[in-house]
């Protein structure tokens, strides 16, 4: 992916030029991952565009620097208007926005309280998660497992415990996969690399809870409800890898993969990719993000 050279940043509350947009070699959160970030999505609408539940992510992102001790110097509303000052700059119709705080150049070593936060918000056209040309994905399970609750907090969605999700997609794609299934220390499901996992069984969608080391991802959040509103039974709790095995439907959610059908799991084929329910969630969810179903205009914020 290459990135925007010619365009903006939006950096500690300043528009500054890309190319600006550096810190120090000496940077703590670069040492150590003391950051945490978001991941949000503009879309095209008839209206011109809109950011996907904007709020939602800039409170995760609030949640995430309360759970790792960093204190974020601009409130959600303040990155809200920043954001959206720097798309209109940046002049995108659909675009990936990244939001992220970390801990900057001050003092070396373990200890946080010296190093000051910075903030940033930047922008691209990048659209897709998984690099892979076809419609489904093939998965494997990882021989890296995800942290348990007293390693680091799963639900903060921090910079440093990506590693673990880098390790993991590394080894699936160099396997010739194209995305990671981590089970948790329990040995229960619990996502992906960068996407949250759904099963469908007897027309029953399947989803683990944050307690299975999870992300509360936002899409999945999204794609709950929009089942919910088609009547469709849902239920968050545990799922075993064989749960995923004999299901008549598996797919995987994010902000930048969308609504992603697997095709097998460990080579076991999946009875159909995408499958009904798969069809129907992926439907539903592009017009929502797009605007196209007024029902859910209420998560889109306009930028103009
Ligand atoms: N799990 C992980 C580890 C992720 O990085 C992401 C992407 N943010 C997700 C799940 C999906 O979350 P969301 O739908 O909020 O993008």
């Known amino acids: 992916m290459s990135l925007p050279e010619a365009s903006t940043i939006w950096m500690d509350g300043a528009l500054v030029p890309w190319q600006q947009a550096q810190v120090h070699v000496l940077t703590h959160g670069l040492h150590y991952g003391t950051g945490v970030l978001e991941g949000t999505r503009v879309f095209a609408t008839a209206d011109g565009p809109a950011v996907f539940r904007l709020t939602d992510h800039l409170l995760r992102l609030e949640r995430s620097a309360r759970m790792l001790r960093i204190d974020l110097p601009y409130s959600a509303d303040e990155l809200a208007k920043g954001t959206l000052d720097l798309v209109r700059t940046n002049g995108h119709r659909s675009c990936?926005?990244?939001?992220?705080?970390?801990?900057?150049?001050?003092?070396?070593?373990?200890?946080?309280?010296?190093?000051?936060?910075?903030?940033?918000?930047?922008?691209?056209?990048?659209?897709?998660?998984?690099?892979?040309?076809?419609?489904?994905?093939?998965?494997?399970?990882?021989?890296?497992?995800?942290?348990?609750?007293?390693?680091?907090?799963?639900?903060?969605?921090?910079?440093?415990?990506?590693?673990?999700?880098?390790?993991?997609?590394?080894?699936?794609?160099?396997?010739?996969?194209?995305?990671?299934?981590?089970?948790?220390?329990?040995?229960?499901?619990?996502?992906?690399?960068?996407?949250?996992?759904?099963?469908?069984r007897g027309g029953v969608l399947r989803t683990p809870p944050a307690s299975a080391g999870a992300l509360e991802g936002i899409t999945q959040d999204t794609l709950l409800t929009l089942a919910r509103d088609l009547g469709v039974e849902v239920r968050v709790e545990n799922l075993l890898r064989s749960d995923l095995y004999a299901a008549d439907e598996v797919f995987i959610s994010g902000t930048a993969a969308g609504v992603v059908p697997v095709r097998s799991l460990d080579d076991r084929e999946l009875p159909a990719a995408p499958g009904p329910l798969t069809v129907r969630l992926r439907e539903l969810y592009r017009a929502a993000v797009s605007g196209a179903e007024p029902r859910y205009r209420g998560w889109l914020t306009p930028v103009d």
């Not at 399970?141 to 997609?169: D, I």
């Open 96 to 200: 990936y926005l990244r939001h992220f705080a970390f801990l900057g150049y001050g003092s070396m070593g373990l200890d946080m309280r010296s190093s000051p936060v910075s903030t940033v918000i930047a922008s691209w056209d990048w659209l897709s998660a998984l690099d892979t040309e076809d419609e489904s994905v093939r998965v494997k399970t990882s021989s890296w497992q995800r942290t348990g609750p007293n390693s680091v907090p799963n639900a903060a969605k921090a910079t440093g415990p990506y590693l673990n999700s880098v390790l993991a997609r590394r080894e699936a794609t160099d396997a010739g996969y194209d995305e990671a299934l981590l089970l948790g220390p329990d040995g229960f499901v619990s996502e992906c690399s960068a996407e949250n996992v759904f099963a469908v």
